[in-house]
């Protein structure tokens, strides 16, 4: 029923007191959680379902389906990586084979220190910069791998690491 994580989920009444009927804004509701805890941990899944009269499965059918949510914790830092038809033509292949291999991670999946998370999406409306990738809010466009390794190297150095 639960992922036994032992989340505290009281942050959430205000969420859904303020949904008063909650089955008809269980989009808002669940981006809200998300919000909240940085994914929808399966714990609140079941919360909300409890809470609003939805069963357990309409609610993580809602959450599954949209590409917005996401069930299990990113890292600090979310890399969109752009895979639609301008950046694939222009290489964004490349840059996938260039991070994976300098993390050691794939699609959706985390570094082992938390610090990246590598989300493929199918576009990211920066086509004339294409290939890009956006980390957080910062869009990084005309890749290469080089300059992708970069910026990653950039972002560990901020956080203290040696690279």
Do not use: W
């Amino acid at each position: 029923m639960c992922d036994c994580k032992q989340i505290d989920l009281t942050p959430l009444d205000p969420v859904l007191n303020a949904a008063q009927n909650g089955s008809g804004n269980l989009i808002a509701i669940l981006q809200k959680t998300q919000e909240l805890y940085g994914y929808l941990p399966m714990d609140a899944i079941y919360y909300i379902a409890q809470k609003t009269g939805c069963s357990p499965a309409k609610v993580l059918g809602v959450a599954t389906f949209y590409a917005q949510f996401r069930l299990q914790p990113v890292g600090k830092h979310l890399i969109m990586l752009c895979k639609g038809t301008a950046c694939h033509v222009n290489g964004a292949d490349r840059m996938e084979k260039a991070i994976s291999e300098y993390l050691g991670i794939h699609d959706g999946e985390t570094t082992p220190d938390g610090l990246f998370t590598l989300k493929q999406v199918a576009c990211l409306g920066c086509c004339s910069l294409s290939p890009v990738m956006m980390i957080g809010d910062e869009a990084y466009g005309s890749l290469t791998p080089e300059k992708a390794i970069s910026i990653l190297k950039d972002y560990q150095r901020k956080e203290g690491l040696a690279v």
